[in-house]
């Protein structure tokens, strides 16, 4: 896909958000739940489920998903996405990229060792490394842009509200 037909395939989308702002507001989910032994929990996805479980760092036998590693997963999924379709906009040719996303988390925050520990995932970086004619300039606004436009990436900046009901 060039320029030209991703602007073209686009083009009605933008109009129409342009004219029914509220049209753009785009519903997303996910599901799942504890089904499976073990502390896990069952999460579907595009290619199946996944059972996440607890990190080896938390008591985990590293049988089962991280759910640090599936953030970062989907962050340079959606990194990943942003910056093709940025490159693809800006006409910049991309022979090849390949990705890669680093960030660690202290298990003392997570296990309630010390409440001075920060729980989460910190010092994310998402890298690409990409074959293509374009100059230095190119690539600094294609990173920019892509920083900017992924949706992952700036859901991050805020933590998630997280609601318990009763059944």
Known sequence: MD????RALQAPLKERYRDDPASALTPLNASGRIGSPGVTFD???FAGTSRAGLHRATGGDGSDACSGDMLLEALLACAGVTLHSVATSMGLELRSVSGAVTGAFD???????DRSVPVGVQDVVVSF?????ADDTALERLATATE?????????????R??????
């Open 3 to 6: 320029a030209a037909e991703l």
């Open 43 to 45: 999460v579907e996805q």
């Open 107 to 113: 298990a003392r925050g997570t296990l309630g060792l």
């Open 129 to 133: 490394t990409v074959d293509s004619d």
């Open 148 to 160: 900017r436009y992924c949706v992952v990436g700036q859901s991050l900046a805020q933590p998630p």
């Open 162 to 167: 997280i609601v318990v009901a009763r059944a």
